[in-house]
C-alpha cells in the first residue's frame, strides 16, 4: 500500500512537498518515486530514486523538484519548488516491487496564475 500525502492548491512560485509511505511489501524496493496525470494528458514521469540513491528527473522539472528516499521507513518525499501552472496534475506515487509497479491513489496539486 502506498499513502501519497501533501497536495493542495498554490499560487505560482510557491512551493509544496509530497510524502508518500509504503507499507505490506514483502520484498525490498527498488524504484521508487512520482508521476503525474493532467487532464486530458497521459501519465508521465516527475522523478524517480533507486534504492542506492540514484535520481532521475523530468525535464519540466529539473531545478525545481527534488527527491528523497528514507528506506528505512520506506518512504520517498518531492519536494517541489518554483511551481508553475503546468504543474498543475494529479500526483502519483510509485514502487517497483520484484518487477511489479504499485501506484499510490494519487493527490490532487493546483498551480493557480
Known amino acids: 500500500q502506498l499513502v501519497e500525502s501533501g497536495g493542495g492548491l498554490v499560487q505560482s512560485g510557491e512551493s509544496l512537498r509530497l510524502s508518500c509511505t509504503a507499507s505490506?511489501?514483502?520484498?525490498?524496493?527498488?524504484?521508487m518515486g512520482w508521476y503525474r496525470q493532467a487532464p486530458g494528458k497521459r501519465r508521465e514521469l516527475v522523478a524517480i530514486t533507486t534504492r542506492d540513491g540514484k535520481s532521475d528527473y523530468a525535464d519540466s522539472v529539473k531545478a525545481r523538484f527534488t527527491i528523497s528516499r528514507d528506506n528505512t521507513v520506506m518512504r520517498v518525499d518531492l519536494q517541489m519548488t518554483s511551481l508553475k501552472p503546468e504543474d498543475t496534475a494529479v500526483y502519483y506515487c510509485f514502487a517497483e516491487e520484484s518487477g511489479t509497479a504499485n501506484w499510490g491513489q494519487g493527490t490532487q496539486v493546483t498551480v493557480s496564475s
Open positions: 505490506g511489501f514483502l520484498f525490498e524496493i527498488n524504484r
